[in-house]
């Protein structure tokens, strides 16, 4: 049985704010930080490891965080969760995401159906769809093949399948899996739309749209638009089109689509990349099978989250480390570095992942917390990054934690060697070169090229991003932001702060507005 | 005869710390926020108008705001900059970025040379170029038209022209000015380039290669990248290649390339989308004239810079509101937030400008200051962002100011009334929502459900996202960085904080590592 209490109510809390802290530029220097980063590190699944050598943790604070690991029940809030107690309470759920790509623990029975069964069954059915698609099986009403797929969604329906589709379409043209090509519409502003229909070719595309509550107002936009833009070709939209959505929504069983799979309101849309709506897209895009392998990833990683030894459960450490950046060094942001151009949108996929799951000032009673929660995520792929806002990383006056993630080999076929070193050696040299520098810092004569250092960070380093690999990593940062919001004894998984700001846009709609609202309408012509 | 001092020096700061702070939430309330959003409003450039109706500021704010802006001497400084005084003092250079696009006072007269004259030639020769490229008079070898351009740089050589030319693509497109297509290469991880490469047919692109130096790590890789893909479909890279340096460059004078154009010292790299850096790839892409309505909507936007009264100065104003948010209310991000797909990638261009810029802890005569400056800048365009990250930005325990940007109308002529409104009064309509939202909030009984507000935000509104108004919204953003910048007593000109980590990572590669630089090295397989 867990109990749940805020952070500031635990000994284990008040322990961790009395240990000595570490001096990271110290503690990196020499030998002993050689040692440091040898020793800090903890494999994940599919040959991943995170490395925390630079983090300002020493085996005292290790010590106190494993301790808060254990009064807080993290191990067994995690158990709870995939034994489908309802975790999530402000909207009484069962939070099962991670039943779309494994089974952790007992069966989950819910609304008289085994859900693990339910989600292969989808996962199943949009497999058979999509080998039918590539074999040219399913057509267009002329009897051609569909060449690109678009999906319709916005939030969870869009930023995980789009930084996963951007991750593995390279890996896919070099692996010969590249089956479509995908695009993604998303943004209520009409020029989104008309910008993607501008470049593809409507008659051979199918179209996914994705809204669990078949009510999402951005994406009904869309699909009228895309419906306007198919009809004006004279095309039957209802032959280019399918859904994904809930079996209760209005979307489940209409004739306006080829074919509706199904997620549930299990599936919280930031956590359903592995669920139906990220299947869809991705099974036409790459084929099932990458989408096989992309789950198989997250289950193994899902698998480790389970263990009690904090040491060994990476997702766990990343949390405990962050809560401990946090709550007690004062951090308010964590930016995340990938260094692989195919991880592009991988930081705006965690930025909400992580700012919607615990950006929230109230516990899962609803009460007041008084401590800092989620922090702001922001980021950018490596090297890039370092030719923009690193200079306040390295210099500002805030201290911002780094995550970053490096891989041994790129994904394409194709590199250069240049003054002695290949493309991806520089890439690597330059995400070891910089935890060091954040780390150690230098000295100088002239301030203004000083390094203080001491500015922590880890890396998950792999092989290479593989559709496993990926898979891992999705998992990795789900479970961490799960542990931390267990931490801060938060509900992760409802998003009441997006609420208000859609009430109002109703109103200013049917125009019904006073006070400063009426005057930004008028404003904006509305 | 301007002096340069720290803020904390300053009699008004001292005044402004003790001036009573608003209340946003009451503030906006009723009538009495209608009122303040009326008049709380600046014009700017090209019909667009900054509104801090919603900033946490009243009159008796706004008021010491001015005496700071008067004893920081703010307009004065900028006159000294634009009239050629040696403004980035730890380079020892001028900053003429504003001379790229006007005339703002005297003509300035460096290496001998007449600046404006300078730019204005480079740009003349530029559009020359693209006109005959456009024209099929600069052919490829076979004698037919290029199609594609492709920029090769890094930082300000990438994220500036890139956010502009996606910000103008469709704009073009329905204006019958797309030229040429565009597409980017700046990482080196070589995937980046082959993934470029793989999209785009060679024979027909013509490829820019952008470093004012001539020795940018990431830009001469790239480029060998480029030209040895060139070579293995048979074609000549000096018949594919123009550069975009500085005239002492080793890049200036060589026979790789087919044309050279210039920038010099005195143009920041983020500072230099206004410049030839800019100007070569959009002038293809779009045409001379384009860029030249760029250039004229920047121009006019600087004049405005010049005004002493605050109240009238756009950038001046959102530079001290920025840093009453900054260093008396302590809020440590900003938030970009344009309700503009086209400016999808704005807000990284704006992270390099801002963080870059003012991410510093020493002052311009290298003494460390003991107040922040420069904020985290991060931000996706709405609504897109509604369904990630505003969760914790309406419900987080930490305040996170806004800059929303938002038009009227539309870039393309597609658009569908649905539920009685099309999609861009419903992108307008959230817009105006949110900004209520964050600063008035909402009470409820569940604390779930409860908006605190009081979060602060300004919203730039214009007509149309045009090439003019584009110019203008990038000019009021350098000189909000330029003017904070000179209330911080930083020099925003210059970026050591990225030396260190180039350093190392030359060090990596030639093996000369140890401790745990060595480690990483090791585990990166480098």
Known sequence: MVTWNNLDTLASYKELQAVEQVNLAEAMSGENGAERVKKYSVPMAEGLAYNYGAKQVDDNILNVLAKLAEEAQLTEKYEALYNGEMINTGEKRLVLHQLTRGQLGEPVVADGVDKRAFYVEQQTKIAEFANKVHAGEITNAAGEKFTTVVQIGIGGSDLGPRAIYIALEN??????????????????????????????????????????????????????????????????????????????????????????????????????????????VLSLAFGPEVFAQFLAGAAAEDELAKEKDLLKNPAMLDALIGVYERNVLGYPDTAVLPYSQALSRFPAHLQQLDMESNGKSVNRFGEPVNYPTGPV??????????????????????????????????????????????????????????????????????????????????????????????????????????????????????????????????????????????????????
């Not at 070099?174 to 020029?191: G, Q, R």
């Not at 009228?224 to 209760?248: N, R, W």
């Not at 995520?377 to 030719?387: A, D, K, L, R, Y």
């Not at 891989?407 to 394409?412: A, D, L, S």
Request: net charge negative.
């Open 377 to 526: 995520i922001f980021g950018e792929p490596g090297t890039n990054g370092q030719h923009s806002f690193y200079q306040l990383l390295h210099q500002g006056t805030d201290i911002v934690p780094l995550q970053f993630v490096g891989f041994k080999n790129n994904q394409m076929e194709q590199d250069v060697v240049i003054q002695g070193s290949t493309s991806q050696q520089k890439l690597c040299a330059n995400v070891a070169a910089q935890i060091v520098a954040f780390a150690c810092g230098k000295d100088d004569e002239n301030r203004n090229k000083k390094f203080e250092g001491g500015r922590p960070s880890s890396i998950i380093i792999g092989e290479k991003l593989t559709p496993e690999a990926l898979g891992a990593l999705l998992s990795h940062f789900e479970n961490k932001v799960m542990f931390q919001g267990f931490v801060w004894n938060l509900n992760s998984f409802d998003q009441e702060g997006v609420q208000l700001g859609k009430v109002l846009a109703k109103r200013v709609l049917a125009h019904e507005t006073d006070g400063a609202l009426k005057v930004y309408s008028d404003l904006l012509n509305i």
């Open 171 to 280: 890996w896919a043209k070099v692996n010969d899996t590249l089956k479509m090509k995908a695009e993604f519409i998303s943004n209520v502003d009409p020029d989104d739309a008309s910008g993607v229909l501008s470049k593809i070719d409507v008659a051979h595309s199918i179209f996914v749209l994705v809204s669990k509550s078949g009510t999402t107002l951005e994406t009904l936009t869309n699909e009228s638009f895309v419906k306007d833009a198919l009809e004006k070709a004279g095309l039957d939209p209802s032959k280019h089109m399918i859904a994904v959505t809930s079996e209760t929504s209005p979307l489940a069983k209409s004739d306006d689509y080829l074919a509706a799979f199904f997620m549930d309101d299990y599936i919280g849309g930031r956590y359903s990349s592995s669920s139906a709506v990220g299947g869809a």
